[in-house]
């Protein structure tokens, strides 16, 4: 399911749908989005419980420092991490809750009961729904593994606060409700995750 984005001919559609976001691609050049690409999806999801209700310099923090924890600094396994005692981990940043968001992802893992391998050919919609299954997985991470692992084009994380920020600020938004950030957002398809990464650029937040 997953297929090779031309970032430039992206750039150039969203730049004559909608002058607004043209202008934010015109003053923040390139689409980073591929170079911030996840190999691995299993660092792809950890990385992105990490990043919840964080703002973007917060959660690098606390990224840097877990993944200090590990010889190297390389990213761990699931069984190296399920070996950190929750003090361990809880002297780096992370909360309660994402602990154990973490020890369940690790669960499933261990147990075989995640097909994280499946992942490339399966639909969007079906990569949220298995996603979501893991504790503390809502929508909002799924998405970002669809953006940074699967390179899917066209996602908009309208739940994200950082997507709500930069529309608002933008287009001049008093309310930025979900349904209105979707209708704008419209304009934007087939790309809507390239013009995510735009967003996140114009608040100088972009992964």
Not at 2 to 22: S, V
Not at 28 to 53: N, Y
Not at 167 to 185: F, Q, W
Request: net charge positive.
């Amino acid at each position: 399911m997953t297929a090779t984005t031309n970032y430039r001919a992206a750039e150039r559609c969203l730049a004559r749908q909608d002058p607004i976001l043209g202008e934010i691609i015109r003053r923040h050049g390139r689409c980073g989005l591929k170079e911030a690409q996840r190999e691995d999806p299993f660092q792809a999801i950890v990385e992105a419980i990490v990043w919840q209700q964080l703002s973007g310099k917060a959660a690098a923090t606390i990224f840097a420092r877990f993944l200090a924890l590990f010889p190297d600094g390389a990213f761990p396994p699931p069984a190296a991490i399920d070996a950190k005692s929750d003090a361990e981990l809880r002297a780096v940043g992370l909360s309660r809750q994402k602990i154990g968001y973490l020890r369940d992802l690790c669960e499933r893992l261990r147990t075989n009961t995640l097909a994280l391998d499946r992942l490339e050919e399966m639909p969007d919609d079906d990569v949220v729904e298995m996603l979501t299954q893991v504790k503390g997985i809502g929508r909002w991470t799924a998405e970002m593994v669809l953006m940074f692992r699967l390179q899917r084009p066209d996602v908009l994380p309208v739940d994200d606060l950082g997507i709500r920020n930069a529309m608002k600020k933008a287009y001049r938004l008093r309310k930025p409700t979900p349904e209105r950030l979707l209708k704008i957002g419209a304009r934007w398809r087939p790309y809507r995750s390239i013009a995510a990464w735009y967003l996140w650029a114009s608040l100088e937040n972009a992964p």
